[in-house]
């Protein structure tokens, strides 16, 4: 899918630099639109055979946004308005991305942050590590997801006349990233115990803010 994906991104880019769309522009980005469908329907369909990935509210989340993204995608293009269907397919290449990333075996250094980021807790094993979308998975999927949100955030605010279409795209993901996030907190407090701060061999996630340029408070230097 992702092999797919930018191979619409990179047919689609040409037209970005078109002024005018003649008829011929209109029928290829039709055609891509209509390819595009096809890739989210794939992609909604490996989340619904997947009980593991439904189950993971994290990588469910990143799904239904990526249907979202493709969906957005397609109608723009449908419409020719090429820009639009550009900034979709960059959001959506990104995040299949950070997927395919969080879903492959952890590196020897991951593994040890696994391991010791449950506070020194030994024996017996943890909770949700044997499972095949372990906690850890989860919140590398969603730190990731919580980092490309506001580098976006960022750049958007950067622009002259910012979308305002991409402006409520950005806000709802932000609200229903951090409502996944407090679930993910939840759902790791209840797999612990009282003596056990966190389960699963992870640590709550704490994002820090993002801070608009400009606006970041300066520290008066030491006397």
Known sequence: ALERQVSVRDETLPLAGVAEPTRRDRQTARGLAERQETIGADLKQMLTQTK???EAKVFDFAHVRMDTLSRSSAGALMEARIGESLSSQAALITTLKNVIEALNDPKPDEKKFAEGAGGGQGGGGQPGQDALLPPVKELMLLRQMQT???????????????PEQAIRELGAAQRELMNVGQEFVERIKQQGSPSRPGAGGVRPPTPDPVEPEGQKEKVPDAP
């Open 148 to 162: 490309d949100l506001a580098q976006r955030t960022i750049e958007t605010s950067r622009l002259d006349s910012p």
């Open 52 to 54: 593991e990935l439904q």
